[in-house]
């Protein structure tokens, strides 16, 4: 499986990003999708996560604030961000698993200034 994720940049505080993971294969096959980041001198970190059946997970940090999606016929998970502080400034990455596997996308940088 391979992702592709996408939708970073730099945005004020307060301020809203949407991140996009596209997957190789049907997301609903895969049992579960998560983001997470590594902000700089910070261990990674896991934000917001979804299963096959669509349970969702979030970070005590983001909840409230972050949203998980999912479109079935674009294979894709999105992250919708807002209310944006400078503690989410990090680097993002999807990550798909299954029973055996587990794949990453590239990494996408989020940055809020203050």
């Known amino acids: 499986v391979q992702l592709q994720a996408s939708g970073g940049g730099l945005v004020q505080a307060g301020g809203s990003l949407r991140l996009s993971c596209a997957a190789s294969?049907?997301?609903?096959?895969?049992?579960?999708m998560g983001w997470y980041r590594r902000a700089p001198g910070k261990q990674r970190e896991l934000v917001a996560g979804?299963?096959?059946?669509?349970?969702?997970n979030y970070a005590d940090s983001v909840k409230g604030r972050f949203t998980l999606s999912r479109d079935g016929d674009k294979n894709t998970v999105y992250l919708q961000m807002n209310s944006l502080k400078p503690e989410d400034t990090a680097v993002y990455y999807c990550?798909?698993?299954?029973?055996?596997?587990?794949?990453w996308g590239q990494g996408t940088q989020v940055t809020v200034s203050s």
């Open positions: 990550n798909a698993k299954s029973t055996g596997w587990s794949a």
């Open positions: 294969t049907s997301i609903f096959s895969i049992n579960y």
């Open positions: 979804v299963t096959a059946v669509g349970s969702t």
